[in-house]
C-alpha cells in the first residue's frame, strides 16, 4: 500500500518554472514506477513523465521534452518534477501516481494508486 501526497502547485506565468513534489508513504516506494499524470478542465487524463523504480529510465510525452524534468529521491521517498518554460496550455491539475508493473506503463489504468492532484496555472 502506497500513499501519495502532491504539493508545490500554484499560479506562475508564462515561462516560469514550477517544481511539484510528491512524497510518498511506504516501505516499499522504491519497488514502483511513478509518474505525474495531468488533467485540464473538461479533458481526459494524461500521462506527463514517468520514472523507474530505479531511476534509470524516464519517458516524457513529446510536449513537455525539454521543459520538464522527473526525478525521484528514494532515500526521501519522494518524486519531484520540475516544470520550466510554463506554458498556458500547460495549466491543469497534476497528479502523482504508483504502478506495479514491471514496464512503465503511460496510460492511467495500470497505476496503482493516485495522490489528491495539485492545481497547476499558467497565466499569459
Known amino acids: 500500500q502506497v500513499q501519495l501526497v502532491e504539493s508545490g502547485g500554484g499560479l506562475v506565468q508564462a515561462g516560469g518554472s514550477l517544481r511539484l513534489s510528491c512524497a510518498a508513504s511506504?516501505?516499499?516506494?522504491?519497488?514502483?514506477?511513478m509518474a505525474w499524470f495531468r488533467q485540464a478542465p473538461g479533458k481526459e487524463r494524461h500521462i506527463v513523465a514517468a520514472i523507474t523504480s530505479s531511476g534509470g529510465y524516464t519517458y516524457y510525452a513529446d510536449s513537455v521534452k525539454g521543459r520538464f524534468t522527473i526525478s525521484r529521491d528514494i532515500a526521501k521517498n519522494t518524486v519531484d518534477l520540475q516544470m520550466n518554460s510554463l506554458k498556458p496550455e500547460d495549466t491543469a491539475v497534476y497528479y502523482c501516481?504508483?504502478?506495479?508493473?514491471?514496464?512503465?506503463?503511460?496510460?492511467?489504468?495500470?497505476?496503482?494508486?493516485w495522490g489528491q492532484g495539485t492545481q497547476v496555472t499558467v497565466s499569459s
Open positions: 511506504g516501505r516499499t516506494f522504491s519497488s514502483y514506477n
Open positions: 501516481a504508483a504502478s506495479t508493473r514491471v514496464v512503465v506503463p503511460t496510460d492511467s489504468l495500470n497505476y496503482n494508486y
